[in-house]
Each structure stands twice: as C-alpha cells, then as structure tokens.
C-alpha cells in the first residue's frame, strides 16, 4: 500500500504527467514491479495512461472530470484517450495501433463501441478520402481536415464559390479600388455566407477573377 500511495503521490506532483523512466528512477523499482504498480492503479481509474510518439508512456492522475471513462475497458480508455489527444486533426487507425499496440483485429470493434457510445466519431479528410482519422465527438475538425469554408460534405462547393465570386466582382467594381481587406470586411458585413470566411480563403477566390 506505502508503495502504491507513493507512486500515486508521484505521479500527482507533476500536473503535466510523469514518464515510465522517470517514475522508474525516482522509486529504484524494476520495470516488472513498477509496471505491476501502474496497472493496478489504472484499473482503479487513480491514474491514466498516455501513449508518447516514441513509445512508453506518460502517466497523469485521473481527474473528476474523467468519470465517463468509468464504464470503458482498459483497451477502451487506452483507445480514447489517445484519440483525445490527436485533437481536432484527428488520428487513423494505423497510428493508432502503433501508439496503443493493440491488434489491428481487436482495433475495429473498440472504435465502433466508442462510436456507439457516441464518444468518437470518424471524418474522412479532404486530402484522403479513402482514410477515416477519429476524434472526440465535440472536437471541431480542423481546415486541414474539412478543406476550410469552400468544403461542404468533402465536396468542393462550387455554388457557394460562385455566389461569393459575383459579389465580389460587383463589390469591385462599384468602389473601383478595393483591397482584400475591403472584400473582406463587404462579405463579412452582408453575411453572403454562412460560414466565416479567412483572409486567405478570400485571396483564393478573388485570385480566380484576376485575369
């Protein structure tokens, strides 16, 4: 038990997490006692575990706000957690296996649980459609993901390009001189879209009528 409050009392002095060699070097245990320690603590839902890029992992005391994890499997949580930290890019299921090493078999049906549970959920990116990358059901997915605000349903939205490209060529040339952030302030004011445009995305299309 001395052990075990130790290691705990470890692992909360550092609110940013604490590496397995760290923890190892601080209690002078073996990997197998240390190892043995940690598991215990784990399936007491005291302590999380998350993997690091280059393997191992970091060690994080669990927090009150943790407490949907509650009903998950150890596989499950390993899982979720690491999606969690993927954040709004989101993590395929290839880094996934190589970050939790669990079987590529085993890897499909905690996905689709987490998913049913409507912890997840699965975007394909704009730049692969052919690959689904996971993240947390509230996270917003980044422009990387989605392609930005000319992208509805991973599709290019052509008509709301084009409704956009004529408001703009009009805006032109009633005002003569315009900048971009003129453009950009006119679309914003007349709420053409429903969607918040970027001064870069701006660029883009205002760069398709300069000819």
Known sequence: METKDAIL???RETAGGITHDHLRDKTRMTDADLIAVLNDLRIQEL???FPLPGGGFLYKESQPSDTKLHNLSAEERLV????EQSGDKGIWIADLKYKT???QTTLPKILRNLEKKKMIKSIKPIANKTRK???LTHIEPSREVTGGSWYSDNELDLDMISVCQQAILRFVQQSRV???DDIHIFIRKKQLLTVELRADEVQAVVSTLVY
Do not use: A, E, K
């Not at 979720?80 to 999606?83: G, H, N, P, S, V």
């Open 9 to 11: 009392g470890l692992i």
């Open 47 to 49: 302590i999380h575990f």
């Open 133 to 135: 990358v996971y993240m």
């Open 80 to 83: 979720y957690q690491c999606i």
């Open 101 to 103: 090493n669990i079987p």
């Open 178 to 180: 315009s900048t971009l």
